[in-house]
């Protein structure tokens, strides 16, 4: 089992910047894939950024050069870092990691972007 915490979701104007961070119950080493997920109104869940097995990082081309993901694997962290961001960014906000052919979310943290 693997609870996820993610933080760090709020409101902010059209073009301004907020860190999330998901901190995992145990050692993120041991998971194959780690990414964050968001979920707006009316719309399905899509990936945003995730770290792959060997350490590629994936990203949707809506948040290419916007978006960047990172980890701390000694504070068991992962952390997306949003900048210039849109009101079309607005969405829940989902960490998620793979364990073998398990996978555990968070509960999801909210960021509105006002225009």
């Known amino acids: 089992q693997v609870q996820l915490v993610e933080s760090g979701g709020g409101l902010v104007q059209a073009g301004g910047s907020l860190v999330l961070s998901c901190a995992a119950s145990?050692?993120?080493?041991?998971?194959?894939?780690m990414g964050w997920y968001r979920q707006a109104p009316g719309k399905q869940r899509e990936l945003v950024a995730q770290f792959l097995y060997g350490g590629h990082i994936n990203y949707a081309d809506s948040v290419k050069g916007r978006f960047t993901i990172s980890r701390d694997n000694a504070k068991n962290t992962l952390t997306l870092q949003m900048n210039s961001l849109k009101s079309e960014d607005t969405a829940v906000y989902y960490c998620c990691v793979v364990s073998g052919p398990y996978d555990y979310w968070g509960q999801g943290t909210q960021v509105t972007v006002s225009s």
């Open positions: 145990r050692s993120i080493l041991s998971f194959n894939i």
